[in-house]
């Protein structure tokens, strides 16, 4: 079994009131004595001046021996959600222990726990255990924002027995606790059943035009007239299409901007830069998470790209091609909880070449037909001319191609997107997202006519009802 580490100094030995107020009798005594040449009370002034510094170096000394666990329940939380924070600590000296203090350490922009009095904890027991040597913590911790935080060490106040000094030690490791962005739930029907060529690909999406086994349906506003089936539509009197059996799960690919090198508009400070970027970026994560998790649970394989790398295959370190159900929301959440935000500028080298060459490779391989082409969505944050052009040159591999852009997001680069067919759809803050995503569709069924139009009339309405909107999952409803 592994022992643990002695207490590791996070302080130097402080007097605490007592002791200091000691320390200044003994000086202003020592003085009197020998101003006035009272050898009577010099005694009493070296005991008031020596008396700190030995409590001082006895605090100093005093190393206890301390096993921390921790436990977070649940161990991976939503964003503006709350855990319980179960802490076991166990004395593994011969000594005991009393009079000790004790606080969690956490990250800068949570609320810490107060300083509390550590129980008393008896003599390690080695053998038939009382369970007197250990003490079991709790308390709970607020995560607003999205990220993985480190909570701990634990920091142990030890004091002198007369309470002269005072010194703080780090106890136990470092904990992770995993906080996913939050979730819009988004309408159910966006995700099941659509067009074969129109804005959203559904379940009955057909990925391999060379299939044997064909069926006819009814024709639908913008499918290609080279699949209208024309004996079906003689027997039935009414324009038919084909449509392929589906072969394999669905496959959508999103595309979110993780560098931030368009330089955010607005100017100011640099903290009100950094604040603005912050929460555009957490806006986009927010999007992307939603669009995710709401395709998987429709039955689609999702890909999660960055726009500045778009060939890395996953948003997190060591992360898969795709996700998929069943399992697959919780790793895509728990990637995105894990995707730092950018600092101003930073992009991969060459991610223009490599958006170009991973075009080039769906046009030669992976597209064979319109039929074959994935849907696509692309979240934009703060992208450049460069990303622009990346997604320009991956429009041929997507049907339909969505892009969700933030207001970071330049007129230069929405037109560009525009003009290469990409359907824009502003989101300006979490509110709305449902929203956005509802009128993509309903763009569809207006045939593509105001597109732009009905995106902005159906975020502008959702900003005026923001407030009677339900709380969305993973959301604090306080």
Known sequence: MRRP????????????????ALL???????????????RDIMLLAFVGIAMPGVAALFVTLRVPRLGVTRRFSPPIVAAGTSTAVAI??????????????????VPEGLDAPAEAVLPALGAYEAVLPS?????????????????VYGIGPMRI???DPFGLARIDRDAGPRHEVVVTPRVTPLERALGSAASVD???????????????????????YGDPLRRVNWPATARRGELMVREEEQRGDPEVRILLDTTLAGQFPGGGSRPEWAERVHLGFELGVEVAASIGVHLLERGFRVRC?????????GVGEGAPGAYRMPGGDHLLLEDLARLDAPGRGERVDGSAARGSRIAEGLGRGEVRAREARMPGFAVLVDPDDQDAATLVSLR???????????????TRVVDALEQADWRVVRVRRAAVIGDAWAGVAQRDRMGGTGAAETARGSAAGADERGTNRPPARGRDAS
């Not at 166990?90 to 969690?104: E, I, K, P, Q, Y």
């Open 88 to 105: 076991a600590v166990r004395n593994r000296s011969r000594r005991t222990l009393d009079g000790a203090h004790w606080r969690d350490r």
């Open 131 to 147: 369970g007197d040597d250990t003490v079991h913590l709790e308390y709970r911790l607020r995560l607003p924002r999205r990220g």
């Open 198 to 220: 129109g804005v959203l690909h559904g379940l009955q999406r057909r990925s391999h035009p060379n299939s044997d086994e064909l069926i006819a349906r009814e024709y639908r």
């Open 5 to 20: 580490r002695p207490l590791r100094v996070a302080a130097w030995p402080r007097l605490t009131r007592r002791g200091g």
């Open 396 to 410: 041929t591999g997507f049907e339909p191609a969505v892009a969700f852009v933030g207001e970071g997001v330049s």
């Open 24 to 38: 200044v009798v003994g000086a202003a005594l020592l003085a009197v004595s020998l101003w006035f040449d009272l």
């Open 305 to 313: 790209d960055p726009l500045g790398d778009p060939g890395r295959g």
């Open 157 to 159: 106040g030890l004091a």
